[in-house]
């Protein structure tokens, strides 16, 4: 499974962004869990949103809640995380990734990662 993570830009507090994660390889399937991580400078990547189609299930973490949202474009094999009313605190390298484990929030629920999409929030 390869991914692809794209959508990412400098954007003013306040505004939106729509980072895309696309996935190729004659392995994937609904089965796979595919989330989206962040990484700012000098701290832990952390979990930020991650959907499964096969059972429909959406998990958002509540650092973001309200705010990120994520969903999936079956067709074109692609996972949206739309990331309104940005804050300087959503600042780093934003991680796709998919895997097979029944949980999906921690890094090592994932085999595959993509390259990663920077986002910069100016206040």
């Known amino acids: 499974v390869q991914l692809q993570a794209s959508g990412g830009g400098l954007v003013q507090a306040g505004n939106s962004l729509r980072l895309s994660c696309t996935a190729s390889g004659r392995t994937f399937s609904a089965d796979y869990a595919v989330g989206w991580f962040r990484q700012a400078p000098g701290t832990e990547r952390e979990f930020v949103a991650a959907t499964r189609q096969m059972e429909g299930t959406t998990f958002i973490s509540d650092s973001v809640k309200g705010r990120f949202f994520i969903a999936r474009d079956n067709a074109k094999n692609t996972v949206i995380l739309q990331v309104n009313n940005l804050k300087p605190e959503d600042t780093g390298v934003y991680y796709c990734?998919?895997?097979?484990?029944?949980?999906?929030?921690?890094?090592?629920?994932?085999?595959?990662w993509g390259q990663g999409t920077l986002v910069t929030v100016s206040s």
């Open positions: 990734a998919a895997g097979l484990r029944d949980t999906m929030t921690s890094r090592s629920d994932y085999d595959f």
